[in-house]
T-cell receptor, first 116, second 112 residues
Framework: GAVVSQHPSRVICKSGTSVKIECRSLDFQATTMFWYRQFPKQSLMLMATSNEGSKATYEQGVEKDKFLINHASLTLSTLTVTSAHPEDSSFYIC????????????FGDGTRLSIL | AQSVTQLGSHVSVSEGALVLLRCNYSSSVPPYLFWYVQYPNQGLQLLLKYTTGATLVKGINGFEAEFKKSETSFHLTKPSAHMSDAAEYFCAVSSTLGRLYFGRGTQLTVWP
């Protein structure tokens, strides 16, 4: 089956640093990747949709300059949390599909981000 | 617009008992419906999906769900719970553009 790898699985860093999270599709080319945020005991909230080679589409309320998304190749998308603060601590999950509108989405294992 | 309501944030059953997790959806277009399972600190694993065709969908690990258009429901069931089924379960509906709308999740606890 389709495999999506997310790295790192866990990161702890000081307030003010920037953190990059990678999402890779290992055995298929992902035209579209999604980034979600999940707070404890809550559902997944879509942050943005990225299509290879174009700018990401952010959901309302998500700061574009805070959460930088790059989807430069068909197998890699990155999410960079810039100048992270404790309120950015969360579980971030990516998913990927072969083409826009395709289902199901294939999810990575998530990244637990803790900002001290 | 699409939305999902999962009734019951927590469900507890004894091992061997029937599992029933409820999901109702709202969709302005014929829906694609999904159930995902999430174990602690992990991503989501697809249990089953409904797109078109047969309304009773069988998934992995003995789970199944039935699409009932008249009730706008897609409840998840398993005849006999196993300890390993303890996890968080999410129901989701997708838009034509592929975006997923998730319910709030149901935590399933299985007692020995």
């Amino acid at each position: 089956g389709a495999v999506v790898s997310q790295h790192p699985s866990r990161v702890i860093c000081k307030s003010g640093t920037s953190v990059k999270i990678e999402c890779r599709s290992l055995d298929f080319q992902a035209t579209t990747m999604f980034w979600y945020r999940q707070f404890p005991k809550q559902s997944l909230m879509l942050m943005a949709t990225s299509n290879e080679g174009s700018k990401a589409t952010y959901e309302q309320g998500v700061e574009k300059d805070k959460f930088l998304i790059n989807h430069a190749s068909l197998t890699l998308s990155t999410l960079t949390v810039t100048s992270a603060h404790p309120e950015d601590s969360s579980f971030y999950i990516c998913s990927a599909t072969l083409k826009p509108g395709d289902q199901p989405q294939h999810f990575g294992d998530g990244t637990r981000l803790s900002i001290l | 617009a699409q939305s999902v309501t999962q009734l019951g944030s927590h469900v507890s059953v004894s091992e061997g008992a029937l599992v029933l997790l409820r999901c109702n959806y709202s969709s302005s277009v014929p829906p694609y419906l999904f159930w995902y399972v999430q174990y602690p600190n992990q991503g989501l694993q697809l249990l089953l999906k409904y797109t078109t065709g047969a309304t009773l969908v069988k998934g992995i690990n003995g789970f199944e769900a039935e699409f009932k258009k008249s009730e706008t429901s897609f409840h998840l069931t398993k005849p006999s719970a196993h300890m390993s089924d303890a996890a968080e379960y999410f129901c989701a509906v997708s838009s034509t553009l592929g975006r997923l709308y998730f319910g709030r999740g149901t935590q399933l606890t299985v007692w020995p």
